[in-house]
């Protein structure tokens, strides 16, 4: 029947199959393929180690592995957290879903009514670090996420940050006031500017900062942390530098104020009607704050989401028959989190907690331009994805790297020296070479019509070897498909 429908498909100048199919005999669900390579494939269970897929803008990444790893996902009835860039994905997981029957399993998070209060959340949260720890790394994460540049030594503003955070948090906690956004906003806001103004009538008068301190007074016990709290707030915030205070209060300010007003407001700091862990029971939550839409806030707001339930996955009870659950981010660099090596090290544990990473981007000059610095940390992110398929590619860096992880091999190689008088002579040598040279990188078929929908790439899985190729690595060929 399929290849009936292929010939009329061919006939009629297009292909009806959206997707390669590759086939087990297996039940086991980790057996399931998540993405097929030639006859062969990589399988959920091989997943859970990671998949990285790089290539050129319009070299087929979205349209060809990245729908494929979709709708496997879907069709082996996988949840997870989807993180989005551009607009068109919300739909693209919207059509998949319909096609899989998945539709009331999907929570569009920023399109439906759904919500999700993150401090309240926080504050039920059964992890042993308090809210306090918890909120402070969660907002020092989302803060350093992105591109952004603080201006100095980070480690200085981080700590400066990091100070700034837990006694907000604490004062509120200390004096009973309710940790949410509106509060955090408003002790910062009303906090003394300067050594003098604690003393002035005035200030003692309308801050609420000040209000709150008053408060914990009459509050029993803690007697250690309230007078902690107490001197930063009576003398070491009011005599920050300038420079230090205006920066470091504004990048928080700013981010808080995203979520005190407008759309973040509703979705963030209101009712919750859903929890990082409803994507453990069968939900797919897509995170529909694309930065088409939403600009650099959009990321920041997944970003937050992201971390809140990479800390669920920690939770979660993991047995023989657990099933994977899935993080797919197409454009990945956008929501790298590096602050405490968040995404590093949490990426180390994914195969343990049954994690299935998809990370898409065009090359990992992607990723190294969002980390400054510390190069390092990069290369054992991406070493921890482990299944790596290269799409054609014009970034030598991405090639020369790719070429190099790929490998090298002991190669003969034939050199002829003369001149056109016919003198000279050749030479048989052995010397290593690149199994795949970076030329062959820019080379791969980047699908459309032009290549009948074609897309080549090389997919590369440390430790396995591949049947078609004998190697850990193989060249192969995915269908460009279309919902
Ligand atoms: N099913 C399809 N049939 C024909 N052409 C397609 C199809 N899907 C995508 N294309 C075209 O193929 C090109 C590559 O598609 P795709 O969006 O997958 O690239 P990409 O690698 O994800 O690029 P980017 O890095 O910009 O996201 C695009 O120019 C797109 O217009
Ligand atoms: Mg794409």
Redesign the pocket.
């Known amino acids: 029947m399929k290849i009936i429908v292929q010939i009329i498909g061919w006939f009629l100048g297009f292909s009806w199959e959206t997707v390669q199919e590759p086939e087990t005999e297996s039940n086991d669900i980790m057996d399931q393929p998540l993405l097929g390579v030639g006859d062969e494939y990589i399988s959920l269970g091989d997943g859970c180690s990671g998949l990285f897929c790089t290539?050129?803008?319009?070299?087929?990444?979205?349209?060809?592995?990245?729908?494929q790893v979709i709708m496997n996902l879907l069709n082996h009835g996988l949840s997870g957290l989807v993180l989005t860039v551009?607009s068109e994905e919300i739909e693209v997981w919207q059509k998949a879903a319909a096609k899989c029957g998945r539709t009331e399993d999907l929570i569009i998070f920023g399109k439906d009514h759904h919500r999700f209060n993150f401090l309240a959340y926080e504050s039920a949260s059964p992890s042993g670090a308090g809210l306090t720890e918890n909120v402070v790394t969660l907002l020092l994460a989302v803060l350093g996420s992105g591109a952004e540049k603080k201006g100095g030594s980070d480690t200085y503003w981080t700590h400066a940050q990091k100070q700034l955070i837990r006694n907000i948090l604490d004062l509120l906690q200390l004096s009973g006031q309710e940790v949410t956004v509106s509060n955090m906003l408003q002790v910062v806001n009303s906090a003394a500017q300067s050594g003098e103004e604690v003393f002035i009538e005035e200030w003692r008068q309308e801050s609420f900062c000040f209000a709150c301190l008053e408060q914990i007074e009459s509050t029993d016990g803690k007697a250690r942390d309230k007078s902690t709290t107490a001197i930063y707030w009576l003398k070491e915030f009011p005599n920050l530098s300038e420079r230090t205070r205006s920066i470091v209060v504004s990048s928080l300010t700013s981010l808080l104020d995203s979520f005190a007003r407008g759309v973040l407001a509703e979705l963030f700091s209101t009712t919750t009607t859903f929890t990082p862990e409803d994507s453990f029971e069968g939900k797919i939550i897509v995170l529909a704050l694309d930065a088409h839409t939403y600009k650099d806030i959009g990321i920041k707001a997944q970003c937050l989401f992201k971390m809140i339930w990479q800390r669920a996955t920690e939770r979660r009870r993991i047995t023989a028959e657990t099933k994977p659950v899935f993080l797919y981010n197409?454009?990945s660099q956008f929501f790298y989190i590096k602050e405490g090596r968040q995404d590093m090290m949490w990426q180390t544990t994914c195969r343990g907690l049954r994690v299935i990473t998809v990370s898409?981007?065009?090359s990992i000059s992607n990723y190294l331009a969002v980390i400054g610095s510390n190069h390092d940390e990069i290369f054992s992110y991406i070493g921890n994805l482990r299944n790596k398929v290269f799409?054609a590619n014009g970034n030598h860096k991405q090639n020369e790297w790719a070429a190099k992880s790929i490998g090298q091999t002991e190669q003969w190689k034939l050199s002829i020296n003369g001149n056109d008088k016919g003198q000279g002579g050749y030479s048989l040598g052995q010397q290593f070479m690149f199994d795949v040279p970076l030329i062959e990188m820019q080379r791969l078929k980047?699908?459309?019509?032009k290549n009948d929908?074609l897309?080549e790439g090389i997919v590369q899985t440390p430790g396995k070897v591949w049947e078609a190729s004998g190697k850990n690595w193989v060249k192969t060929t995915f269908k460009?498909?279309?919902l």
């Not at 803008?57 to 990245?66: F, M």
């Open positions: 290539g050129a803008t319009g070299s087929g990444k979205s349209s060809s592995v990245g729908l551009k197409d454009e898409l981007t065009q799409l980047m699908g459309t019509a929908y897309v460009q498909t279309q």
